[in-house]
């Protein structure tokens, strides 16, 4: 059995993972995230609210409370540095009943404990006068104008290729099997990759994998944990509906969490969602009719008119609740360089950039690594011609004809697009994969038009059959044979 060596294994590649690689990566040590899909953000992280959550809603003095403040503080000037969506608009949390506002008010104090800049408590009017679309029923609201929106996709992939480019091996459809600590100091990975049984020994363990972090946690550590799935359900609207409002609404938090809100996304379409239904089955995302007909009726106290024609697509996510309601972060009881993420529910995006600075300044330290001399501090993402003036479009289809071919019509996406997000660091080996850096296939007919013609690109740029390519992960492709049966 081939056997690899690390100073860190980090498991899972969502954005924590890839947030606790990327500040690993300002280190002298060799790091490799394992990732059992065929690309980063395939899990939890490609399934969530896209919010950057403010801090209020977090127990005082609890991990969630901690890192959430921390993380939502330093988005901003990462998504410059690493050149991903994000857009502060402000969220406000609604209080339905003059007997509730009581408990929206120990949620007020909650934030103000927390650190939470800017918040405070206004009137039904005041919010009305902010979002004209709320609906008559809000008697008060909490404005927290820190909160923010954000592109899960460009982070994690943003932040995965930062790590990649200063030196962390990524290794996917990497699935962990077991682990065990050696008598000699540090751990044993046992995982398969490519079909074939394989060894890894890593000094440090990050353990981020998501629904799945109990299941690694509980095989070194003296003190167990318990992760329960919890399903929630979305639908996304059309662009035409992204202007509805301008704030991310939220309704008064219930014992399943923040309820139903309603938000714009940075790409400028509108989200309702999600539901909170505790599952068994930690591989089951699928919607049901139910959980689809909540979302519609919940958003509805919330926000009046929303055009719910305008549903271009749903989907559901997971979140990893772990039974004692708070994050499971540093080193596992009973396990000497086995640091825990785990239990990364909501906020958990917006914690990610700080937990990954937390773990890796933990890991640095019980390692003695010093700080490389040349770390790559930025980023540069993939150009994107929708969000160019007409001047600076004309120059860079001048240098590169290919973006001057449109194959995506609905998000208006290029060939030269399809092409980097295939070619870059980590690039796009799936339909999936494109769509998450491009954005082909998300817009109004739902890559109806375009999955013919981006199917093309991939073959061309991978070297591969048609019959080859794949929705995401292998097992997924997208035809069966071609006319004729001849290869392409």
Known sequence: MSQWEYDVAVIGGGVTGCAVARE?????????????????????????????????????????????????????????????????????????????????????????????PGIRLITGDEARSMEPNLTDEVT?????????????????????????????EFR?????????????????????????????????VVNAAGVYADTFHNMVSSRPIHITPRKGDYCLLDKEAGGHVTSTIFQLPGIYGKGVLVTPTV????????????????????TTAEGLAEVISKSAWSVKNIPYRQVITSFAGLRAHEDGDDFVIG???????????????SPGLSCAPAIGVYLAELIADAA???????????????????????????????????????ICRCENVSEGEIIDAIRRPLGATSLDGIKRRV?????????????????EI???????????????????????????????
């Open 331 to 345: 080193e596992a009881e009973g396990a000497e360089g086995f640091y825990d993420a785990a239990g990364i529910e």
């Open 368 to 406: 003695a690594a010093g700080k490389k001399e040349q770390f790559i501090a930025c980023r540069k993402g993939i150009p994107h011609l929708d969000s160019m003036e007409k001047e600076e479009r004309a120059r860079l289809i001048k240098e590169r004809p290919d973006y001057g071919t449109i």
């Open 24 to 116: 690993l990566s300002r280190y002298e040590l060799r790091v490799c995230v394992m990732e059992r899909g065929e690309d980063v953000c395939s899990g939890t992280s490609k399934a969530n609210s896209a919010i950057v959550h403010a801090g209020y809603d977090a127990i005082p003095g609890t991990r969630k409370a901690e890192f959430n403040v921390a993380g939502n503080a330093m988005m901003e000037q990462l998504s410059k540095d690493l050149d991903f969506s994000f857009k502060r608009n402000g969220s406000l949390v609604l209080c339905f009943a003059r007997e509730e506002e009581p408990k929206l008010k120990e949620l007020y104090e909650r934030g103000v404990a927390n650190g939470v």
């Open 140 to 168: 008060a609201a909490i404005y927290a104008p820190s909160g923010g929106i954000v592109c899960p996709f460009g982070l994690t992939i943003a932040l995965a290729e930062n790590a990649y480019e200063n030196g962390v």
């Open 439 to 455: 954005r082909q296939g998300m817009g109004r007919c739902q890559a109806g038009f375009c999955t013919p013609r981006t199917m």
């Open 458 to 488: 991939l073959a061309r740029e991978l070297h591969i059959s048609m019959e080859d390519i794949c929705k995401n992960a292998p097992g997924s492709q997208m035809l069966t044979g071609i006319n004729g049966g001849e290869k392409r």
């Open 267 to 286: 790409h400028g379409n509108l989200l309702i969602g999600p539901t909170a239904t505790d599952i068994e089955d930690r591989e089951n995302v699928a």
């Open 172 to 204: 996917l459809l990497t699935e962990v099997e077991r682990i065990e600590k050696m008598e000699s100091g540090g751990y044993g990975l046992t995982i398969r990759h490519e079909g074939t049984t394989k060894a890894i020994t890593a000094h440090y």
